[in-house]
């Protein structure tokens, strides 16, 4: 498995829907910072059709965007 500072970061507000390496980056952050079981979680849903939104509330206690201002915020104090 690649190291996150791997990955880049992400300028973008909504940076994850930018590429899939900043996307495996954050994935990676959730897993290993939020839920490590988060990315069979996901799989499962979208395999079975049943991706809602609030999957990332429900597993991380918070909404997609917040999670993901965690996530830059956590990645450009490290750089």
């Known amino acids: 498995m690649k190291p996150l500072e791997w990955f880049p970061i992400g300028k973008d507000e909504k940076g994850y829907q930018a590429a899939y390496k ?25 395999k079975n059709g049943e991706y809602e939104p609030d999957i990332f509330y429900q597993n991380t206690d918070k909404d997609l965007d917040p999670l993901w201002e965690e996530y830059h915020q956590y990645r450009t104090a490290k750089s």
Not at 26 to 44: G, P
């Open 22 to 46: 900043i996307t495996g980056g954050f994935f990676l952050w959730i897993t290993n910072f939020k839920n490590s079981d988060f990315i069979k979680i996901l799989n499962t849903a979208m």
